[in-house]
């Protein structure tokens, strides 16, 4: 029998923008030592989630509130923009294939840097779209005017940044921000992949505007406040572009349980600037690590750090030697990135564990 798959998908190869470290422990048959490959935060959640999640239990046979009324509220309280400014969805994965499918037809083409965040290409090529790659500078980083000026020659209907920037942890300021917005051509959507925003220098990010219709911010609670397997993001953007997601979102996508934690964590700010500081110790660690064995470790704004094994083959033996020793972290799929291994930010205990493998893995390096 031949499947009656749409033009589009019949085109389609089946993809997997990240293995799972479930999907690789099955394979190993054991489970890992040390789970630093997924920027998961390693620092839990706050007890206020923890307590919100235990009342809110009783009531898991409830539906969601499909408007995410109180979650909206509150973001908009701590943003300062109005409940229309906001949108609710799957992490910023969901809101990325949401996106992609309301402002792409098939055969229009958006612009990313390449070896970027994969699972925005996972969805452009998987509704029908055509993917325009800029190389990252050198340092390396977007290359902000190489990919404005690439979405102005072609005509792009999506432009996508995340920043600061997986998988290089590199941070484009306000000004960098601020100039593609003005050159970006008036039919073209701007995604301000903003999922690291929480650990990146606050004077530096730019200011929320909400009234350019162009322009989408999206946030996560994945990171900070420990959510990653909650699934909830939200979207920042003018109301005639937020009233766009109405027209096909899944509105009980974001489950009851998760709203209610993700608005829970916005109750305890305290516990956030904890994370942020203890990530910027855990960096520090990384880089005096990557120094004492002569690895450069790339400067970051995130919640991990790419340390520089200088050419693929050394980058995919440390992968592979790092997980056989129970350690999982991962690498950038793309040239030239594909000669750093990302390495989470994990806990004082976490990082004296990885410092330990590391030291003596290199010996069977070269």
Known sequence: MTLPLSKVLARVPATTPFVGPETIERRRGCPFRLRLGANESAFGVSPKVTAAIAEAAARANWYCDPEHFDLRTKLARKHGVEIEN?????????????????????????????GAYPTFNYHVTGYGGRLEFVPYSAEPANDAEAL????????????????????TGSFLGRAASAHILDRLPEDCIFILDEA???????????????????????????????????????GIAAPETIAVFDKIRLHFGVGRLSQIAAAAALDDAAFERQVVREVAAGRRDYAELGRSLNIAA????????????????????????????????????????????RVTVGTAAERE??????????????
């Open 298 to 341: 790339l400067p970051s704004h995130t919640n991990f750090v790419p340390f520089d094994f200088e050419t693929e083959a050394r980058s995919g033996r440390m992968l592979s030697l790092l997980e056989d020793r129970g350690v999982f972290v991962r690498r950038p799929g793309a040239a030239p990135l594909d000669r750093f291994v």
């Open 196 to 234: 690291y925003a929480e650990f990146a220098p606050q004077d530096g990010l730019p200011s929320i505007d909400a009234a350019d219709p162009r322009v989408i911010r999206l946030r996560t609670f994945s990171k900070t406040h420990g959510l990653a397997g909650m699934r909830a993001g939200y």
């Open 353 to 366: 564990d990885f410092a330990e493998v590391l030291r003596d893995v290199l010996r069977d390096l070269d």
């Open 148 to 167: 404005v000026e690439t979405a102005r020659q072609i005509g792009a209907k999506l432009l996508y940044i995340s920043n600061p920037d997986n998988p």
């Open 86 to 114: 906001l949108v609710i969805g799957e992490g910023i994965d969901g809101l990325l294939g949401t996106i992609v499918r309301a402002f792409m037809d098939p055969g229009d083409t958006a612009v990313t840097s390449a």
